[in-house]
């Protein structure tokens, strides 16, 4: 029987799956088109990783009343701790105070409480789409590409065929209109011989 062996193994010890799907998730979050392209079961193995961060920033999203801000502050700590905590320790020259660089972990910490849980604020799952690719040449595995449902790409996607539907719809119109007029000179021309 196959009690409590819910997720793949992905051929890694437990820190190293954990740490593998960290950085994964801090890529997918902190990409520029929202995508990612990875093998078949890391995906799969990503998407549930991703949405419960993802609900966790809608979780705080939601909540706008007042004294709420140390639960919004809880919901971000634990969403902390899907993504790296980041430089723990600096080098600190001697004399100079320096604040540490912000790591990538943090930096997806904060779009995705910042831009992605606006945008996911009333959207109840589903915020990951997984596509197939195919089989990579070098050891054949299956490639995938996991992307954020809703991104601007899509958005301008499907505006501009919106566009393009009502133009030619106009077109169309346009033409039939055009056809009327003609036939009706033809029948004006037809009625006064």
């Known amino acids: ?53 993802i609900t966790l920033s809608r979780q ?15 919901l971000r700590r634990q969403a902390a701790g899907f993504f790296h905590a980041g430089n723990s320790s ?38 990951t789409r997984i596509l197939k690719l195919g089989t990579r040449d070098g050891d054949r595995a299956e490639l995938a590409i996991i992307e954020l449902v809703d991104n601007p790409r899509e958005k301008e996607a499907f505006e501009a065929e919106k566009k393009r539907k009502s133009a030619a719809g106009k077109k169309k119109s346009s033409k039939k209109a055009k056809a009327e007029a003609k036939s009706d000179e033809a029948d004006e021309s037809t009625a006064t011989e």
């Open 1 to 53: 029987m196959r009690h409590l062996k819910a997720h793949r193994k992905l051929g890694r010890t437990s820190e190293h799956r954990s740490s593998m799907l960290r950085n994964l998730a801090t890529s997918l979050i902190n990409s520029r088109n929202e995508r990612i392209v990875t093998t078949l079961p890391k995906a799969k193995e990503l998407r549930p990783f991703v949405e419960r961060a």
């Open 60 to 74: 705080a999203q939601g909540l706008s009343k007042e004294g709420s801000e140390a639960r919004v502050l809880h």
């Open 90 to 127: 600096s080098a600190v020259l001697p004399g100079k105070q320096t604040r540490p660089e912000r790591t990538a972990g943090v930096a997806a910490l904060k779009r995705l409480f910042g831009e992605l849980g606006e945008r996911y604020k009333d959207r109840p799952g589903g915020y």
